[in-house]
């Protein structure tokens, strides 16, 4: 049974830092592609930062140079440190994993597993 459990989020004023984890158990962490996505009330889900198998990454324009996306192979966690946030960074994060996966894609129907979210709110 694969499970991805998110934690670290949480309410920070405008330029804070915040670091979320992402705990992934019940399969070859090291195989997956894995992703950072986030959702605010009534917009679509979007990636925000992807991390293929082997370790390249990308990011979505807005939060470049801002976010880091990582992961540790050893503790199978995803982290997504996320520096001089803004009030428009609000929103609820979920990470994901897809397998079989080389290059990650930011769709999230390619996604084969979700965590449940991690609340992030961003004040002015």
């Known amino acids: 049974q694969v499970q991805l459990v998110e934690s670290g989020g949480g309410s920070v004023q405008a330029v804070g830092s915040l670091r979320l984890s992402c705990a992934a158990s019940g399969y070859t962490y090291s195989h997956y592609c894995m992703a950072w996505f986030r959702q605010a009330p009534g917009k679509e889900r979007e ?4 991390i293929d198998s082997d370790g390249p990454t990308m990011y979505a324009d807005s939060v470049e140079g801002r976010f880091t996306i990582s992961k540790d192979n050893a503790k199978n966690t995803l982290y997504l440190q996320m520096n001089s946030l803004k009030p428009e960074d609000t929103a ?13 894609g930011t769709a999230p129907s390619v ?13 002015s």
């Open 92 to 104: 609820m994060y979920y990470c994901a994993a897809e397998e079989p996966c080389v290059v990650a």
């Open 47 to 50: 990636a925000v930062a992807t």
């Open 111 to 123: 996604y084969n597993y979700w965590g449940q979210g991690t609340q992030v709110t961003v004040s």
